[in-house]
């Protein structure tokens, strides 16, 4: 069945048909073109997916596209502010040399992304834990915690002046 | 060396923050007006004869636009024996032997027009165990060879066998000898980004095909003899590389995919795109070769190896691939690892009904080490000497020739031993924690460093161009896949040229545009690149300099005369130069060329945009525009002898592990890992450490918990749910990395290769803190918490 | 994937009445994650899947007189993030925050978990060693279940067609009894090869009462009755843990698969049984 759903995509009330078996990793790839948003696995497994849906990390490949009626929806594509600047979080991976062949990435700054959101200072152990869900084969994940550790403090310093 | 401005440093990679802000282009990204989607329908059986293929109702499903079979299309056939074909005809040997193919306009389409297909089948018994496979009787894989000879034995016709000195005779004069088996699985590469392709065909019949490689150029080769196969002989491939979600080795091969795609859009007339799944990505694509291995080292009663002998039964699958090719880098450590003047080392390869394996991270080393390495911790303890002591005694030095004519220069595994036996507080910890199950476990590791000449050439191309504004594009066919190429690219190129990192431009992936590499194999990326870098930067330099003695002094009066037009009480300097100034007498360093003689005077400095734009801009001008081949000093082994100075120069390196032991769950939690390595030079630290970082965190899946578990053939685990790769919680330990720098004059800088080595010594260098914790060798990978729970049980009963 | 039609009542009336009408044909979904990927690996084949996301009766968690009320599609994100639970239910509270991975658990509702009835399923052992019963929402009214009886074999409850597990209803230990969690996976996240909770009481030394339960080593969670029954008015020793581990594992009835043997699920029960009574005692 189709139905047009609408939400918020990125800060912009969205509209778009879509099938009823549709996930919103489909409908952000194929109806928007936002391909930051990666498939790795389509199980949930390995977080390529990962978006924010009302603020919350999820797996867009296990998230139905109807689902989102009325919700805001929050991709990697959302981060880059105007005269594309990179959001601090986006800068800290970049600065910490956490990037290797990138596929990971976007889910992971998602994943990294809410959790500074609700834990703006962050532990090792609980970096480790919010980006468990997102799984990474050229890094080795140090780099990657590095990067966190200073986005928490790229995002602290501007709290400040 | 002079005074280094960017190499040593930790600069950000050029291609990081696409990637982070999801706008680098993958293969899954990617899109051709008018494209279809290819899916592949593959066998159901692990050994069968193909006796019918009914495609008709796929055929007529709307939106289907083609549906193959070997018998309906030319047969392409592929492998480096050849002897495998695109799509099978007569017999499936495998059970993702390819059977069909479809193109459909869309992708749902087109998986159901593949479960439409109906093939018949008449099983025949299957075999996978290479020992039971050359039995007599076993059922035959092949019947005929790839030049249609009759075949009647399931060995493949690709051996390795290594003799130096007189095994036999040393295992006589030995003090203490140990003996053991050993095993390892295959192990799946596990990109996040699965494989895939487009192919399309131009007009003339030229292909254009967008893929997931690390060989453009080997595999325009390919799909050149794809293209003759098909009836287009003569005509040429382009192939184009996207971003790519990682590789490992993956990309070292072509596929049976991409032949399909080619096939497809030969048929349709359009671009056909093919991505796996990742269920095809863990079934369908080649996994890590495995390894049974028997191997015996002895010493003397002072701890000096006299002997190594090593034979292993390679389990090679239904179709050949760089899995067989991996004793030939096997050969490497099996030979070289440490002094040791005799050795015996003898494969065989077999046919069964298994997936076949291609190249991966390390490329056999990850195997051959663990073989080693276990084995010699297994020695130490036989002759009463510590794994410590017996590593330094019998340590590689540097400016030797190993028994394969390996010509070892710079040699750092003295230093690298001493960091992890200093960082791991080895002789306070060794022997000492058994109690508490602790352990502590050390293995070194020696691999390729300055690329490794596996083709008979071992070439990398650059193309440097200088713009109007003083930018450096840097074109090299060799190829991105993450490991940071493009981060040492812009490090190597300014520091050479003498312009800023940011001011680099990598430019890869394209067969048309690109001058000519190998391929991104063998950890050579950055050595060979680097190296043409800078041959193509001096040239650049020299025509700069030349510009530069005509133009200098007029740039230099024109803005001291604009400075006095602004202001009249202007103090002309004098410049205190005296007659023609020559090419010799420049330098230039972050942007600017200036004046050997008078390095700091302001007045003396042009901006190399100015220079370029003064050259170029008037009647008979002229462009920057240099090209280097670098094609480094090494060998291929000869196949005969097994020797051949493979590489220009060689990596050593040390890791060590302190574990703690669940006993009675059998699960091993790491306290600290230490991984310290010989790269020769670090050119970028983010890079260098990224791919150190990162192989020795799949190395501890290797030796934890990655494990591809087949069946009668049958893959039982093709998912992330089930195939483990290690995520970030379990991995909160500190991981020490300590980078020895030998300055080796061979590489660019004097950096080494380290793409793969950070993997190589992991395995064996965690099960041996095991064995320091638990008193227990675990000899096959992985050590799962159950084999080694299990292993501790059954001891504990026993005694 | 398949193509289903998805629909989205936001009653529970709604939602039994278009699962009357597809029968079973349809199928409820709360998280998905367990669910969607069934579908897409085809071992689950349905025309339309009914989502119980946005009925708001299914939500919440309250303290009602001697037991926690749970909606059933109270995703585990609330539950960890809820003080109640984490302090009057901490085994809940232990299961939740170790079941597969933050983005899955953001969705992932405790109705879910239970309703999919792996024999590995998290939430279930912690549930099960107390006085855990189901409220299930029919065309007729309500009934109850209690968990214990509700599962019958993997993947199998006595949910029948068109009825809604509403919430979960759970008996509060009392102070004196101590309740813990244990998993145990291949790596840090992963489905449980085993799993296990322990509900004990002690009066001095002895134990008063006593409930265990494992996952995974059984076609359903199993309650080990012979342990318990051991352990029942006796002192707590260290023979008599041995003497425990040893039923345990003689008392599971686990299955080889691609996860782990036979032989090793069976000594982690005695592991597990164990560590739990240890811990129990310690606190």
């Given at each position: 069945?189709?139905?047009?759903?609408r939400?918020?995509?990125?800060?912009?009330?969205?509209?778009?048909?879509?099938?009823?078996?549709?996930?919103?990793?489909?409908?952000?790839?194929d109806?928007?073109?936002?391909?930051?948003?990666?498939?790795?696995?389509?199980?949930?497994?390995?977080?390529a997916?990962?978006?924010?849906v009302?603020?919350?990390?999820?797996?867009s490949?296990?998230?139905?596209?109807?689902?989102?009626?009325?919700?805001?929806?929050?991709?990697i594509?959302?981060?880059?502010?105007?005269?594309?600047k990179?959001?601090?979080?986006q800068?800290?991976?970049?600065?910490?040399?956490?990037?290797?062949?990138?596929?990971?990435?976007?889910?992971?700054?998602?994943?990294a992304?809410?959790?500074?959101?609700?834990?703006?200072?962050?532990?090792?152990?609980?970096?480790?834990?919010g980006i468990?869900?997102?799984?990474?084969?050229?890094?080795?994940?140090?780099?990657?915690?590095?990067?966190?550790?200073?986005?928490?403090?790229?995002?602290?310093?501007?709290?400040?002046? | 060396?002079?005074?280094?401005?960017?190499v040593?440093?930790?600069?950000?990679?050029?291609?990081?923050?696409d990637?982070?802000?999801?706008?680098?282009?993958?293969?899954?990204?990617?899109?051709?007006?008018?494209?279809?989607?290819?899916?592949?329908?593959?066998?159901?059986?692990?050994?069968?004869?193909?006796?019918?293929?009914?495609?008709?109702?796929?055929?007529?499903?709307?939106?289907?636009r083609?549906?193959?079979?070997?018998y309906?299309?030319?047969?392409?056939r592929f492998?480096?024996?050849?002897d495998?074909?695109?799509?099978?005809?007569?017999?499936?040997?495998?059970?993702?032997?390819?059977?069909?193919?479809v193109?459909?306009?869309?992708?749902?389409?087109?998986?159901?027009?593949?479960?439409?297909?109906?093939?018949?089948?008449?099983?025949?018994?299957?075999?996978?165990?290479?020992?039971?496979?050359?039995?007599?009787?076993?059922?035959?894989?092949?019947?005929?060879?790839?030049r249609?000879?009759?075949?009647?034995?399931?060995?493949v016709?690709?051996?390795?066998?290594?003799?130096a000195?007189?095994?036999?005779?040393?295992?006589?004069k030995?003090?203490?000898i140990?003996?053991?088996?050993?095993?390892?699985?295959?192990?799946?590469h596990?990109?996040?980004?699965t494989?895939?392709?487009?192919?399309?065909?131009?007009?003339?019949?030229?292909?254009?095909?967008?893929?997931?490689?690390?060989?453009?150029?080997?595999?325009?080769?390919?799909?050149?003899?794809?293209?003759?196969?098909?009836?287009?002989k003569?005509?040429?491939?382009?192939?184009?590389?996207?971003?790519?979600?990682?590789?490992?080795?993956?990309g070292?091969?072509?596929h049976?995919?991409?032949?399909?795609?080619?096939?497809l859009a030969?048929?349709?007339?359009?671009?056909?795109?093919?991505?796996?799944?990742?269920?095809?990505?863990?079934?369908t694509?080649?996994?890590?070769?495995?390894?049974?291995?028997?191997?015996?080292?002895?010493c003397?009663?002072?701890?000096?190896?006299?002997?190594?002998?090593?034979?292993?039964?390679?389990?090679?699958?239904?179709?050949?691939?760089?899995?067989?090719?991996?004793?030939?880098?096997?050969?490497?450590?099996?030979?070289?690892?440490?002094?040791?003047?005799n050795?015996?080392?003898?494969?065989?390869?077999?046919?069964t009904?298994?997936?076949?394996?291609?190249?991966?991270?390390?490329?056999?080393?990850?195997?051959?080490?663990?073989?080693i390495?276990?084995n010699?911790?297994?020695?130490?303890?036989?002759?009463?000497?510590?794994?410590?002591?017996i590593?330094?005694?019998?340590?590689?030095?540097?400016?030797?020739?190993?028994?394969?004519?390996?010509?070892?220069?710079?040699?750092?595994?003295?230093?690298?031993?001493?960091?992890?036996?200093?960082?791991?507080?080895?002789?306070?910890?060794?022997?000492?924690?058994?109690?508490?199950?602790?352990?502590?476990?050390?293995?070194?590791?020696?691999?390729?460093?300055?690329?490794?000449?596996?083709?008979r050439s071992?070439g990398?191309?650059?193309?440097?161009?200088?713009?109007?504004?003083?930018?450096?594009?840097?074109?090299t066919?060799?190829?991105?896949?993450g490991?940071?190429?493009?981060g040492?690219?812009?490090?190597?190129?300014?520091?050479?040229?003498?312009?800023?990192p940011?001011?680099?431009?990598?430019?890869?992936?394209?067969?048309?545009?690109?001058?000519?590499d190998?391929?991104?194999h063998?950890?050579?990326?950055?050595?060979?690149?680097?190296?043409?870098?800078?041959?193509?930067?001096?040239?650049?330099?020299?025509?700069?300099?030349e510009?530069?003695s005509?133009h200098?002094?007029?740039?230099?009066?024109?803005?001291?005369?604009?400075?006095?037009?602004?202001?009249?009480?202007?103090?002309l300097?004098?410049?205190?130069?005296?007659?023609q100034?020559?090419?010799?007498?420049?330098?230039?360093r972050?942007?600017?060329?200036?004046?050997?003689?008078?390095?700091?005077?302001?007045?003396?400095?042009v901006?190399?945009?100015?220079?370029?734009?003064?050259?170029?801009?008037?009647?008979?001008?002229?462009?920057?525009?240099?090209?280097?081949f670098y094609?480094?000093?090494n060998?291929?082994?000869?196949?005969?002898?097994?020797?051949g100075?493979?590489?220009?120069?060689?990596?050593?390196?040390?890791?060590?592990?302190?574990?703690?032991?669940?006993?009675?769950?059998?699960?091993?939690?790491?306290?600290?890992?230490?991984?310290?390595?010989d790269?020769?030079?670090?050119?970028?630290?983010?890079?260098?450490?990224?791919?150190?970082?990162g192989?020795?965190?799949?190395?501890?899946?290797f030796?934890?918990?990655?494990?591809?578990?087949?069946e009668?053939g049958?893959?039982?685990?093709?998912?992330?749910?089930?195939?483990?790769?290690?995520?970030?919680?379990?991995?909160n330990?500190?991981?020490?990395?300590?980078?020895?720098e030998?300055?080796d004059?061979?590489?660019?800088?004097?950096?080494?290769?380290?793409?793969?080595?950070?993997?190589?010594?992991?395995?064996?260098?965690?099960?041996?803190?095991?064995?320091?914790?638990?008193?227990?060798?675990?000899?096959?990978?992985?050590?799962?918490?159950?084999?080694?729970?299990?292993?501790?049980?059954?001891?504990?009963?026993?005694? | 994937?398949?193509?289903?039609?998805?629909?989205?009542?936001?009653?529970?009336?709604?939602?039994?009445?278009?699962?009357?009408?597809?029968?079973?044909?349809a199928?409820?979904?709360?998280?998905?994650?367990?669910?969607?990927?069934?579908?897409?690996q085809?071992?689950?084949?349905?025309d339309?899947l009914i989502?119980?996301?946005?009925?708001?009766?299914?939500?919440?968690?309250?303290?009602?007189?001697n037991?926690?009320?749970?909606?059933?599609?109270?995703?585990?994100?609330?539950?960890?993030?809820?003080?109640?639970?984490?302090?009057?239910?901490?085994?809940?509270?232990?299961?939740?925050?170790?079941?597969?991975?933050?983005?899955?658990?953001?969705?992932?509702t405790i109705g879910?978990?239970?309703?999919?009835?792996?024999?590995?399923?998290?939430?279930?052992?912690?549930l099960?060693?107390?006085?855990?019963?189901?409220?299930?929402?029919?065309?007729?009214?309500?009934?109850?279940?209690?968990?214990?009886?509700?599962?019958?074999?993997?993947?199998?409850?006595?949910?029948?067609?068109?009825e809604?597990?509403?919430?979960?209803?759970?008996?509060?230990?009392?102070?004196?009894?101590?309740?813990?969690?244990?998993k145990?996976?291949?790596?840090?996240?992963d489905?449980?090869?085993?799993?296990?909770?322990?509900?004990?009481?002690?009066?001095?030394?002895?134990?008063?009462?006593?409930?265990?339960?494992?996952?995974?080593?059984?076609?359903?969670?199993?309650?080990l009755?012979?342990?318990?029954?051991?352990?029942?008015?006796?002192?707590?020793?260290?023979?008599?843990?041995?003497?425990?581990?040893?039923?345990?594992?003689?008392?599971?009835?686990?299955?080889?698969?691609?996860r782990?043997?036979?032989?090793?699920?069976?000594?982690?029960?005695?592991?597990?049984?164990?560590?739990?009574?240890?811990?129990?005692?310690?606190?």
């Amino acid at each position: 069945m189709k139905r047009v759903i609408r939400f918020v995509l990125n800060g912009f009330e969205v509209e778009v048909e879509t099938d009823s078996h549709m996930m919103l990793l489909d409908v952000l790839r194929d109806k928007f073109e936002l391909t930051g948003t990666k498939e790795g696995c389509g199980q949930g497994e390995c977080g390529a997916c990962t978006v924010l849906v009302d603020g919350l990390a999820v797996n867009s490949c296990l998230f139905p596209a109807f689902e989102v009626e009325g919700r805001h929806v929050t991709t990697i594509e959302g981060l880059i502010g105007e005269g594309a600047k990179l959001h601090p979080i986006q800068k800290a991976f970049v600065d910490a040399g956490a990037v290797q062949c990138g596929f990971c990435m976007p889910g992971m700054v998602m994943s990294a992304k809410a959790l500074l959101d609700e834990n703006p200072t962050p532990t090792e152990e609980e970096i480790r834990a919010g980006i468990s869900g997102n799984l990474c084969r050229c890094t080795g994940y140090v780099q990657i915690v590095e990067a966190i550790q200073l986005a928490s403090q790229y995002i602290q310093e501007s709290k400040r002046g | 060396m002079k005074d280094l401005s960017f190499v040593g440093k930790a600069i950000p990679r050029p291609d990081a923050a696409d990637k982070v802000a999801g706008k680098a282009i993958y293969i899954h990204d990617l899109k051709r007006p008018g494209m279809l989607y290819g899916k592949i329908k593959y066998s159901d059986y692990a050994h069968a004869r193909i006796l019918h293929i009914d495609t008709s109702k796929a055929e007529k499903l709307p939106g289907v636009r083609a549906v193959i079979t070997a018998y309906n299309t030319p047969e392409v056939r592929f492998g480096f024996i050849r002897d495998n074909v695109a799509l099978k005809k007569g017999k499936v040997r495998q059970f993702r032997d390819e059977v069909a193919a479809v193109a459909a306009i869309d992708p749902e389409i087109a998986q159901e027009a593949i479960d439409l297909i109906k093939v018949e089948y008449e099983e025949l018994p299957g075999i996978f165990d290479p020992e039971e496979a050359i039995k007599e009787g076993a059922p035959i894989i092949h019947e005929m060879d790839p030049r249609g000879r009759p075949k009647t034995d399931n060995i493949v016709p690709v051996s390795w066998r290594f003799v130096a000195g007189d095994v036999e005779e040393a295992k006589r004069k030995a003090k203490f000898i140990a003996e053991d088996e050993l095993q390892t699985p295959p192990i799946s590469h596990a990109c996040l980004g699965t494989a895939g392709c487009i192919a399309e065909f131009d007009l003339q019949n030229n292909l254009i095909i967008h893929t997931k490689t690390q060989i453009p150029f080997l595999a325009q080769n390919d799909f050149n003899r794809a293209l003759a196969q098909i009836g287009l002989k003569g005509k040429n491939t382009r192939v184009i590389v996207p971003t790519l979600g990682g590789a490992f080795g993956s990309g070292l091969d072509t596929h049976g995919y991409e032949y399909i795609a080619i096939l497809l859009a030969y048929k349709t007339g359009r671009p056909v795109k093919i991505v796996l799944s990742r269920e095809e990505e863990f079934k369908t694509l080649s996994p890590r070769q495995p390894t049974r291995t028997k191997i015996v080292q002895g010493c003397d009663e002072n701890g000096r190896l006299l002997f190594r002998e090593v034979k292993m039964v390679l389990d090679n699958g239904a179709y050949t691939s760089w899995g067989a090719t991996t004793p030939s880098v096997m050969m490497l450590p099996i030979s070289t690892l440490y002094r040791v003047p005799n050795v015996l080392y003898e494969t065989l390869l077999v046919y069964t009904n298994n997936t076949y394996c291609q190249a991966m991270r390390g490329y056999g080393n990850p195997q051959a080490t663990w073989a080693i390495e276990t084995n010699l911790d297994h020695l130490a303890e036989q002759a009463g000497i510590d794994p410590m002591d017996i590593r330094f005694i019998n340590k590689n030095i540097p400016n030797d020739i190993s028994p394969m004519g390996l010509h070892i220069t710079t040699c750092g595994m003295e230093e690298c031993l001493k960091a992890v036996r200093n960082k791991l507080n080895w002789d306070e910890k060794r022997g000492k924690q058994r109690d508490k199950a602790r352990g502590v476990g050390v293995s070194c590791l020696f691999h390729v460093g300055g690329s490794g000449r596996v083709y008979r050439s071992d070439g990398t191309g650059v193309i440097l161009k200088i713009d109007d504004f003083g930018y450096a594009t840097l074109v090299t066919g060799a190829i991105e896949m993450g490991q940071g190429l493009v981060g040492a690219l812009i490090v190597a190129t300014a520091e050479a040229l003498g312009i800023t990192p940011d001011r680099v431009m990598v430019v890869t992936g394209d067969t048309a545009t690109c001058p000519w590499d190998v391929g991104t194999h063998a950890s050579r990326g950055a050595f060979t690149a680097c190296n043409a870098a800078i041959m193509a930067a001096e040239k650049a330099r020299a025509k700069i300099f030349e510009i530069a003695s005509e133009h200098f002094l007029n740039r230099v009066k024109y803005k001291l005369d604009q400075l006095k037009k602004k202001d009249p009480n202007f103090q002309l300097p004098d410049l205190g130069i005296k007659g023609q100034l020559q090419p010799e007498d420049f330098d230039m360093r972050e942007n600017l060329i200036f004046l050997k003689s008078d390095p700091n005077n302001e007045y003396l400095k042009v901006p190399l945009d100015e220079l370029v734009r003064e050259a170029h801009f008037k009647e008979q001008g002229t462009m920057i525009v240099t090209e280097a081949f670098y094609d480094p000093c090494n060998q291929m082994i000869d196949t005969k002898t097994c020797r051949g100075n493979l590489s220009a120069t060689y990596i050593f390196g040390a890791q060590g592990a302190e574990v703690e032991v669940d006993l009675e769950t059998g699960h091993v939690k790491i306290l600290k890992y230490v991984a310290a390595h010989d790269v020769g030079k670090v050119i970028n630290k983010h890079t260098i450490l990224g791919q150190i970082y990162g192989g020795a965190v799949q190395g501890m899946g290797f030796a934890l918990c990655e494990e591809y578990k087949s069946e009668k053939g049958r893959m039982l685990n093709p998912n992330f749910l089930d195939y483990k790769i290690l995520s970030a919680n379990d991995l909160n330990f500190p991981m020490e990395v300590e980078l020895v720098e030998t300055i080796d004059e061979a590489g660019p800088f004097g950096a080494k290769g380290v793409g793969e080595p950070g993997l190589v010594a992991v395995a064996p260098a965690i099960a041996n803190a095991i064995y320091d914790a638990t008193g227990i060798r675990i000899t096959s990978l992985p050590i799962s918490p159950e084999k080694l729970a299990m292993a501790i049980r059954k001891k504990r009963n026993s005694s | 994937m398949k193509r289903f039609d998805y629909l989205m009542p936001s009653s529970i009336k709604e939602a039994i009445e278009a699962h009357l009408q597809y029968g079973n044909r349809a199928k409820f979904i709360s998280g998905g994650t367990d669910v969607l990927v069934k579908m897409k690996q085809k071992a689950l084949d349905v025309d339309c899947l009914i989502s119980l996301r946005r009925i708001p009766e299914l939500k919440g968690i309250e303290a009602n007189g001697n037991s926690i009320r749970i909606g059933a599609m109270t995703t585990f994100r609330e539950i960890i993030g809820s003080s109640l639970i984490k302090e009057r239910l901490p085994a809940l509270w232990k299961a939740s925050s170790v079941l597969a991975n933050p983005q899955i658990r953001n969705v992932a509702t405790i109705g879910g978990n239970i309703s999919n009835a792996a024999p590995s399923a998290d939430s279930v052992p912690p549930l099960m060693v107390l006085d855990t019963k189901l409220i299930i929402q029919t065309s007729n009214g309500l009934r109850e279940e209690v968990l214990e009886d509700f599962f019958l074999g993997p993947g199998s409850t006595k949910l029948k067609e068109g009825e809604v597990l509403k919430e979960i209803v759970v008996k509060l230990p009392s102070l004196e009894c101590k309740t813990f969690f244990i998993k145990i996976g291949r790596v840090s996240q992963d489905i449980a090869v085993v799993n296990g909770a322990i509900a004990m009481e002690t009066e001095g030394d002895e134990v008063k009462k006593v409930r265990c339960v494992l996952g995974a080593v059984a076609p359903t969670p199993l309650r080990l009755k012979g342990v318990e029954e051991k352990l029942l008015g006796q002192k707590i020793t260290p023979d008599l843990i041995k003497e425990v581990q040893h039923l345990a594992e003689a008392e599971v009835r686990p299955i080889t698969d691609v996860r782990a043997s036979m032989e090793y699920r069976r000594h982690l029960s005695g592991v597990i049984v164990k560590r739990l009574i240890e811990m129990a005692i310690g606190s």
